[in-house]
């Protein structure tokens, strides 16, 4: 049996998020010609051209593309390129440092142990994920992480490795178990991936992941953030700032010894 997922426009073949073929050992190509058969005949038609196919979660232009074979119980996302090609990148440097940014969406079928397989097979890349509820906006990343690239520069890191300072800072404290607990990867949110490294690897890794993907900072989490530090309007309305709580968060993270 395989799985098969339909993302954005391709929900519309037919009219379903999600169903089960009993295929196996079939290509790709072949899986998709199968789909074109059996499409309802009433429903959007497709050609099986300008589309992302992912098998259990890696894109298959790094496996065998259209020939890779399917086995048993595998999922595949079928999702069109116009939908999933118009979500931004987000890549910046600090200190000459290459970063990007993604968004994960929710999924049920990613642990605490994703990350470290990530971590395993780019082992060339600085990766670290932070719970998207703890995102304020793009200025707030970029301010944590260039407090943890010249903590580095200085040899004043909260930990041995720059991952780990990056999420100590965004979780405001020194203990690591605590910042995982509240910051870490979980099956109901969102969380944002932040990758240091070569461009040339940073783009490999987006092809490994680019099905999990959605638009970064598209959410507001500015209640969720004041609650958990105990930031009060009061604290706010003392900053002299157009973004006072960014400003705070950044302080709480400056100030940690």
Request: aromatic fraction near 8%.
């Given at each position: 049996?395989?799985?098969?997922?339909?993302?954005?426009?391709?929900?519309?073949?037919?009219?379903?998020?999600?169903?089960?073929?009993?295929?196996?050992?079939?290509?790709?190509?072949?899986?998709?010609?199968?789909?074109?058969?059996?499409?309802?005949?009433?429903?959007?038609?497709?050609?099986?051209?300008?589309?992302?196919?992912?098998?259990?979660?890696?894109?298959?232009?790094?496996?065998?593309?259209?020939?890779t074979k399917l086995k048993p119980n595998d999922t595949v996302n079928i999702i069109p390129v116009i939908h999933g090609g118009s979500q931004p990148r987000i890549k910046f440097k600090i200190l000459n440092h290459n970063i990007e940014l993604f968004e994960f969406q929710k999924n049920k079928t990613i642990d605490t142990t994703f990350l470290d397989s990530l971590r395993t097979e780019h082992s060339d890349l600085i990766i670290q994920a932070i719970s998207s509820g703890f995102i304020l906006n793009q200025e707030h990343v970029k301010k944590i992480l260039t407090l943890s690239i010249f903590a580095k520069k200085s040899k004043t890191l909260l930990s041995k490795k720059l991952e780990v300072d990056i999420l100590l800072r965004f979780a405001g404290t020194t203990q690591?178990?605590?910042?995982?607990?509240?910051?870490?990867i979980t099956k109901n949110q969102n969380f944002l991936l932040i990758c240091i490294g070569k461009n040339?690897?940073?783009?490999?890794?987006?092809?490994?992941?680019?099905?999990?993907?959605?638009?970064?900072?598209?959410?507001?989490?500015?209640?969720?953030?004041?609650?958990?530090?105990?930031?009060?309007?009061?604290?706010?309305?003392?900053?002299?700032s157009e973004t006072p709580l960014e400003d705070l968060l950044v302080e709480k993270a400056s100030i940690l010894i």
């Open positions: 049996m395989i799985i098969v997922n339909f993302t954005g426009g391709a929900k519309k073949w037919f009219n379903q998020n999600q169903i089960t073929i009993d295929k196996d050992g079939i290509s790709i190509k072949q899986l998709l010609d199968y789909l074109i058969e059996t499409k309802p005949e009433n429903n959007i038609g497709f050609d099986g051209k300008n589309l992302l196919i992912a098998i259990n979660g890696v894109d298959s232009s790094a496996l065998s593309g259209f020939e690591i178990s605590e910042a995982i607990q509240n910051l870490g040339q690897s940073l783009n490999k890794l987006r092809r490994r992941i680019f099905p999990n993907l959605t638009r970064p900072f598209s959410t507001t989490n500015s209640k969720i953030i004041e609650n958990h530090f105990k930031i009060s309007k009061k604290n706010i309305n003392a900053v002299n």
